[in-house]
């Protein structure tokens, strides 16, 4: 039984190597929750005010999916690919305190939930990250995907999140 999770700037390819490798290993697929995101659109118009709301709930939602996750590979013996994880989240966290869009105060809050809930949990096996220029990833945004939600993800936002998890 194995975790394998994929990790990379948004664009960078981990939704579609998650299925090849679905494909090939047989595992299953937990993809990153973000079709529901109450915050999402919201941040991209306005970081300083959400940035901090958003971590919070995707972090919740990453720990849920990897929860899940662990639930299934225990459950069924089958393993598990994640296309992002709970383990990385602090990239997105620490480019937006960064940016300023997060204050000390608010870091050191989402650093609490952070410690607190990965206490526990077991570390994956495998982790790739694919390094791909930004400049692909925000091609990929505006040309490919064309979701409404990422319209206004500036190229600058990619290049840090890309330095950060370097």
């Given at each position: 039984?194995?975790?394998?999770?994929?990790?990379?700037?948004?664009?960078a390819g981990?939704?579609?190597?998650?299925?090849?490798?679905?494909?090939?290993?047989?595992?299953?697929?937990?993809?990153?929750?973000?079709?529901?995101?109450?915050?999402?659109?919201?941040?991209?118009?306005?970081?300083?005010k959400w940035?901090?709301?958003?971590?919070?709930?995707?972090?919740?939602?990453?720990?849920?999916?990897?929860?899940?996750?662990?639930?299934?590979?225990?459950?069924?013996?089958?393993?598990?690919?994640?296309?992002?994880?709970?383990?990385?989240?602090?990239?997105?966290?620490?480019?937006?305190?960064?940016?300023?869009?997060?204050?000390?105060?608010?870091?050191?809050?989402?650093?609490?939930?952070?410690n607190d809930?990965?206490?526990?949990?077991?570390?994956?096996?495998?982790?790739?990250?694919?390094?791909?220029?930004?400049?692909?990833?925000?091609?990929?945004?505006?040309?490919?995907?064309?979701?409404?939600?990422?319209?206004?993800?500036?190229?600058?936002?990619?290049?840090?999140?890309?330095?950060?998890?370097?």
């Open positions: 039984m194995s975790i394998i999770c994929l990790e990379g700037n948004i664009a981990k939704s579609t190597l998650a299925k090849t490798l679905s494909d090939t290993l047989g595992y299953k697929v937990f993809m990153e929750p973000v079709v529901h995101n109450p915050y999402l659109e919201l941040f991209y118009q306005d970081p300083k940035a901090l709301d958003l971590q919070i709930w995707i972090f919740k939602q990453r720990a849920e999916t990897y929860c899940r996750a662990l639930q299934h590979m225990q459950s069924t013996g089958q393993g598990v690919i994640l296309d992002r994880s709970v383990f990385s989240d602090i990239v997105f966290a620490w480019t937006c305190t960064e940016d300023n869009c997060i204050d000390k105060e608010g870091f050191a809050q989402y650093m609490k939930l952070r809930t990965l206490a526990d949990l077991p570390m994956p096996s495998l982790v790739l990250y694919l390094d791909v220029e930004p400049t692909t990833c925000h091609y990929r945004i505006m040309n490919v995907r064309k979701r409404a939600c990422e319209s206004g993800i500036p190229l600058a936002y990619l290049q840090s999140l890309d330095r950060n998890y370097k």
